[in-house]
T-cell receptor, first 115, second 112 residues
Framework: GAGVSQTPSNKVTEKGKYVELRCDPI?????LYWYRQSLGQGPEFLIY????????DSGLPNDRFFAVRPEGSVSTLKIQRTERGDSAVYLC?????????????FGEGSRLTVL | GNSVTQMEGPVTLSEEAFLTINCTYT??????LFWYVQYPGEGLQLLLK?????DKGSNKGFEATYRKETTSFHLEKGSVQVSDSAVYFC???????????FGKGTSLLVTP
């Protein structure tokens, strides 16, 4: 597709369950980012990939969160043992290069609700 | 990392009013600076950017000037329209340069 695609758009799960969120970036974009946006807040950085490798994962809140990008394109954010505090919109973005030189293109997000 | 302080909303203006949304940041060096916008029901998108000190970014009638002396990047528009109703985010890069640090966002509502 023309833009960044995220699935599912909505996910409702129960506390303690495992969740996967998928991001399909714009074709040719080597950089991929995951952000989390809670209600009334700005996006909070989670992790950045350059190609297949996680160049910066300093924003992951704890070891329940993990992300992969095995072929340098699609990425999956994985959350284990979900907690109610994980409820948020998870945003994915991609860019041609590092964000300080270029524009980030965002998907519409995956809204996660943990009951 | 780099931090950003953004004027809190919500801001409500009448159509054709003047808009200013303040943004100040702390940064290592002189990075590029960005304003992003989130229209209702849509994803975040770049509004404008400035790549060096004293540079002015502009788009859709919005402007912001990169002031290194005051470490500010205030967003302005001379005459807002109802279609400008959205949430605006100031975003300097993080210290690593790999990501953007977003402010909390300023919600703007323009009434006819």
């Amino acid at each position: 597709g023309a833009g960044v695609s995220q699935t599912p758009s909505n996910k409702v799960t129960e506390k303690g369950k495992y969740v996967e969120l998928r991001c399909d970036p714009i074709s040719g974009h080597t950089a991929l980012y995951w952000y989390r946006q809670s209600l009334g807040q700005g996006p909070e950085f989670l992790i950045y990939f350059q190609g297949t490798g996680a160049a910066d994962d300093s924003g992951l809140p704890n070891d329940r969160f993990f992300a992969v990008r095995p072929e340098g394109s699609v990425s999956t954010l994985k959350i284990q043992r979900t907690e109610r505090g994980d409820s948020a919109v998870y945003l994915c973005a991609s860019s041609l290069g590092r964000s300080n030189t270029g524009e980030l293109f965002f998907g519409e997000g995956s809204r996660l609700t943990v009951l | 990392g780099n931090s950003v302080t953004q004027m809190e909303g919500p801001v409500t203006l009448s159509e054709e009013a003047f808009l200013t949304i303040n943004c100040t940041y702390t940064a290592t060096g002189y990075p590029s600076l960005f304003w992003y916008v989130q229209y209702p029901g849509e994803g975040l998108q770049l509004l404008l950017k400035a790549t060096k000190a004293d540079d002015k970014g502009s788009n859709k009638g919005f402007e912001a000037t990169y002031r290194k002396e005051t470490t500010s990047f205030h967003l302005e528009k001379g005459s807002v329209q109802v279609s400008d109703s959205a949430v605006y985010f100031c975003a300097p890069p993080s210290n690593s340069g790999y990501a953007l640090n977003f402010g909390k966002g300023t919600s703007l509502l323009v009434t006819p």
